[in-house]
């Protein structure tokens, strides 16, 4: 994406392509740009960045609480291109389609419209910075629904609390607690739909009533546990 940004994993087939530019702002504090690519017929394909938020901190934090190290995780990922039109008040466009037989200048200016809108959004929050991360992240929080971060979850409350934002941690864990709950009762015929397992050409084993309670169940101890350690004053 820049110069001065590593290049972190990369992969291409014939059908798609990803890779990442990494924004160390210190050791334990970075931000991921990961672009990808997908064909789109015949003629065109369509790119997509995301941002991918990481803090030891955070990932420390939602380690103890669920028991196991997801130390090397980052705790939030958005979609660049919307949460940069929430910021700037407009609508967000579709993803831009290059066409197969297009030169690098015309792709270049297309990830050069992608840096410009990080730019513009750190720029918000008064520049890259390990001091700036914070504020960026609680923000991608709070309009989680509207910049494609996703829904609520033990990460996000684990930064919210890391950030000093308690009160949006514990909506943030009613909210994830709310939603594990009616997962359990949905019906058997909405659980594909409801975790995405309808891949094509492979063998489709969709989740049962009891896998889902047994998934449900295990994130509400996560979140009680997590809960008790922010209550407590142990985070």
């Not at 513009?120 to 629904?145: E, H, Q, T, Y």
């Not at 922010?230 to 985070?235: P, Q, S, T, V």
Request: include cysteine.
């Amino acid at each position: 994406m820049r110069p001065n940004e590593p290049q972190g994993s990369g992969r291409a087939t014939r059908s798609d392509f990803s890779f990442d530019s990494t924004r160390t702002l210190d050791s334990n504090m970075e931000l991921h740009e990961s672009v990808s690519g997908w064909q789109m017929g015949n003629d065109s394909w369509s790119l997509r960045v995301r941002g991918y938020v990481y803090d030891a901190r955070v990932s420390t934090m939602k380690s103890h609480a669920v028991g196991r190290d997801v130390s090397g995780l980052a705790f939030l990922d958005f979609d660049v291109l919307a949460a940069s039109s929430l910021m700037d008040g407009q609508s967000t466009p579709p993803s831009p389609l290059v066409r197969i037989e297009a030169s690098d200048a015309e792709i270049a200016s297309h990830l050069a419209d992608y840096c410009l809108r990080m730019d513009r959004i750190w720029a918000a929050f008064g520049g890259a910075s390990v001091d700036n991360l914070p504020k960026l992240a609680v923000w991608m929080i709070r309009n989680r629904n509207a910049n494609g971060a996703g829904d609520a979850d033990l990460s996000m409350a684990c930064a919210a609390y890391v950030y000093g934002v308690t009160e949006l941690s514990l909506e943030l864990l009613a909210e994830f607690e709310k939603g594990m709950n009616r997962r359990m009762q949905v019906e058997p015929s909405e659980f594909v739909d409801l975790y995405g397992l309808d891949i094509p050409g492979a063998l489709q084993l969709g989740p049962s009533r009891q896998l889902v309670t047994e998934i449900a169940t295990a994130n509400l101890a996560d979140a009680a546990r997590l809960r008790s350690m922010i209550k407590g004053g142990d985070a």
